[in-house]
């Protein structure tokens, strides 16, 4: 809901400050409307009912994958197309029990991917969302209003900052939702944003009082190679946004994740892994290859052999490295496949 609206509303309403603290409280625990809100008097539950939409947002679409991961498209009030997931892990203690859906009902992790904009400015080669027409800014009210989506199918209690859009472009907007997730259930140390490597914005991630974690796209060890395929290298080139990370861990004291999508031929030669080992300091990152998702980009995913073999590689040179699992690739909800216009 359009919280500043919300409080303009009750205001005009003569209503005590408490309320609009009381209304969001509802909303963030996955009420379904102000109807459910049972300690509001009831004319005024008619009120904002008929004054403050529940959702800044419109589900236009909705799919759930067969490995439980569900995708919703939405609309914002202005008609730009947004895309939000949800993904549910395998509870491991209920291993063994998982049904279609990997046990994930049997109550795992339940992770938000998170849209800060509605398509992207940058050109990233390889992503989906790239190659859409680029909206706008979200606002604060429509990033909360796609985590509580989902909070009312279910509890949720992860959230990352990796679907549409740049979130350091946005920075203020996402940083207010983050203020707010814990009340949704998702503190802001199981919250990660992920940045191209955008360098004002890590520096302000930096100063923030919030213990969120940071995610850096990498994808290419040398400039010239990240450049070709990540054109925002030119203006952020690797060297000053690894300088940036450090500075990052410097103030928070946590690791920095590294992204690197998995291109056949391209990045995940055995000398790349080794160069990227290089300007990786063990101390302050962990690496997590992601296997490519078809995205319509000229690319092809390095073979799964390819990507054990860049992973047995950088674990040689001291490298701490996962495989990123990837989830709803058959309704093009994984990396890199939010392109709302072509959905
Ligand atoms: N703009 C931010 C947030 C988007 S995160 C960022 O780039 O970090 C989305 C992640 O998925 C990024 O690491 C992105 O590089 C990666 N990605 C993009 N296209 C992909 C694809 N086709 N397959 C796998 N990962 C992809």
Not at 82 to 92: F, G, I, Q, S, T
Not at 150 to 156: M, Y
Request: glycine share 8%; net charge positive.
């Amino acid at each position: 809901m359009d919280l500043e609206l919300l409080e303009r509303t009750l205001a005009d309403a003569g209503e005590p400050a408490f309320r609009a603290r009381q209304v969001w409280a509802w909303a963030a625990r996955g009420a379904e409307g102000y109807d459910a809100m049972t300690d509001l008097p009831v004319a005024l539950r008619a009120h904002l009912d008929v004054s403050v939409p529940f959702s800044t947002l419109t589900v236009a679409d909705q799919v759930e994958s067969s490995d439980g991961t569900v995708k919703a498209l939405f609309h914002t009030a202005d008609g730009r197309p947004v895309e939000a997931v949800l993904m549910r892990y395998r509870n491991p203690l209920a291993s063994g029990r998982g049904g279609a859906d990997g046990g994930a009902r049997a109550g795992g992790r339940r992770s938000l991917c998170l849209s800060s904009q509605s398509g992207c400015p940058l050109t990233c080669t390889f992503c989906a969302t790239g190659t859409m027409k680029f909206g706008r800014n979200l606002t604060t009210s429509e990033i909360l209003d796609q985590a509580l989506h989902f909070r009312r199918i279910e509890p949720v209690d992860h959230a990352v900052f990796m679907g549409m859009g740049e979130p350091m472009m946005n920075l203020d907007n996402v940083l207010a939702a983050c203020r707010r997730l814990p009340d949704a259930g998702i503190t802001n140390r199981r919250t990660t944003i992920s940045t191209v490597g955008w360098i004002p914005g890590i520096d302000r991630l930096a100063q923030t009082d919030m213990p969120l974690r940071l995610a850096f796209s990498l994808h290419a060890a040398d400039d010239a190679l990240r450049s070709q395929i990540m054109p925002v290298n030119e203006r952020y080139p690797l060297a000053e946004v690894l300088a940036a990370c450090r500075r990052w861990h410097e103030a928070k004291r946590r690791p920095v994740f590294i992204e690197y999508v998995m291109l056949a031929g391209v990045n995940d030669r055995y000398e790349q892994a080794a160069a990227l080992a290089r300007v990786l300091d063990p101390k302050i990152y962990k690496v997590n290859l992601i296997p490519y998702n078809p995205s319509g980009s000229p690319y092809d995913g390095s073979r799964a052999q390819a990507i054990e073999t860049f992973r047995a590689a950088l674990g040689e040179h001291g490298v701490r490295v996962t495989v990123r699992l990837t989830r709803g690739r058959d309704i093009a909800a994984a990396c890199g496949q939010l392109a709302a216009a072509r959905a």
